[in-house]
């Protein structure tokens, strides 16, 4: 999410503003979806209005692979990570350890009272949040979900120096083949779900595939799945933009998103019809790395790129603030949804302005602390 001066892209620039707050607006529905069957209507908006900005994460992931790639031949492996990890370790270190104290603060002095059904129900006691505080060097917690993005890309930094490297002498063809493999990858979740019903009983309760099973998590097409096909994708379009004409482009993506969309929000809501309970198969429908996800990513992407806004001053600015915004935003989710947990707003209405509340309070944070030497550095 961070960028240079020299930088800048127009359209970049759009996506990433756009992304960011389609994140914010995400996290913005999970507590109607965490409704269910306690108020369908709620669940139901959250679902159809969270699935419709799945997007958000492959787009920033796209737009790194944009950015990054290829890498410039004056960095050395050693420069590239100290570089692009080094600025992560901060803020990471930073908001595990802020956004604990924001929610042990709002939870147990300003609105301990919240009907927020997101909320853990347990007791938010001092030595909780000790524990979430420092248990930050094995994972995130539910104080920072948000943080999972850092440690993904942390991995995908780990990792563009050496894919860099056949990037640069890959030819079109086998850039192609190795998404096509990648494609693959896009609908195993769904042969996951479908297995069982064909007879499939995994091994001594394990229920992977393709060599998976307790002592082994690297299947088949471990190496070829996840959020680098993504970067890959990002470079091949950069390097060999699609030439369609508006009318062929808007004829093939928009009908591709719909599906996509459909594909989300149906899927979803079906799942959690047939699955009741099972939240690990409802995450299968929103992953980012399925099939239906990257159907509504592409043609966001492919009509931003082939749109080729010019650069823009005050847009320009405000994507700067992207990286910061995303950090700190989720502790103030939960604020909003308070603020505006009212009868008299549609479910709607409701997802809409608690998103643009967020992110609007998340960006004058950010903005403050980019303005002071002491905090910038966690924000950028």
């Known amino acids: 999410m961070n960028t240079t001066e020299h930088e800048k892209i127009g359209w970049i620039d759009f996506l990433r503003v756009l992304a960011c707050f389609l994140v914010v607006f995400s996290h913005s529905c999970d507590a109607f979806v965490a409704q269910f069957d306690a108020d369908r209507s ?60 924001l929610m042990f603060t709002y939870f147990n002095f300003v609105s301990p009272d919240t009907q927020n059904p997101q909320v853990a129900p347990e007791s938010y006691t001092g030595l909780l949040l000790v524990q979430r505080i420092y248990t930050f060097i094995f994972n995130f917690n539910f104080d920072t979900t948000p943080l999972w993005y850092l440690y993904m890309l942390i991995g995908l930094y780990l990792l563009i120096p050496i894919l860099n490297s056949w990037l640069v002498q890959a030819s079109r063809q086998e850039l192609k083949t190795v998404l096509m493999l990648w494609g693959v990858s896009l609908v195993l979740p769904y042969l996951k779900m479908l297995a069982p019903v064909l007879g ?49 482009t808007l004829a093939i993506m928009i009908p591709m998103f719909v599906i996509g969309y459909a594909i989300t929000s149906g899927g979803y809501i079906l799942t959690q019809e047939h699955f009741p309970g099972n939240y690990a198969y409802l995450e299968i429908v929103w992953y980012f790395t399925g099939i239906n996800v990257f159907m509504m990513t592409l043609p966001i992407f492919v009509i931003a790129q082939k749109a080729a806004m010019r650069p823009r001053r005050w847009m320009s600015q405000l994507a700067s603030l992207t990286f910061g915004i995303y950090l700190c935003h989720f502790a103030f989710i939960f604020p909003s949804y308070d603020l505006l947990d009212t009868a008299a707003l549609p479910y709607w209405l409701r997802i809409l302005c608690i998103a643009a509340t967020t992110f609007a309070v998340s960006t004058a944070i950010t903005w403050l602390m980019s303005r002071c030497r002491l905090t910038a550095l966690f924000v950028k």
């Open 42 to 101: 709620s669940f139901l908006t959250g679902v159809f209005c969270g699935s419709l900005v799945r997007a958000c994460v492959p787009l920033f992931v796209m737009m790194t692979g944009v950015l990054l790639l290829p890498v410039s031949p004056t960095y050395n492996l050693t420069a590239f990570y100290r570089k692009r990890i080094g600025r992560i370790i901060p803020p990471l270190i930073f908001w595990s350890v802020v956004l604990p104290v």
């Open 200 to 248: 499939y009983q995994g091994n001594y309760g394990n229920m992977e595939l393709f060599g998976m099973c307790d002592w082994n998590i690297y299947g088949t097409f471990y190496y070829l799945s996840g959020f680098v096909g993504y970067l890959i994708l990002a470079f091949y379009l950069k390097k060999y933009p699609i030439g369609w004409s508006w009318g062929k």
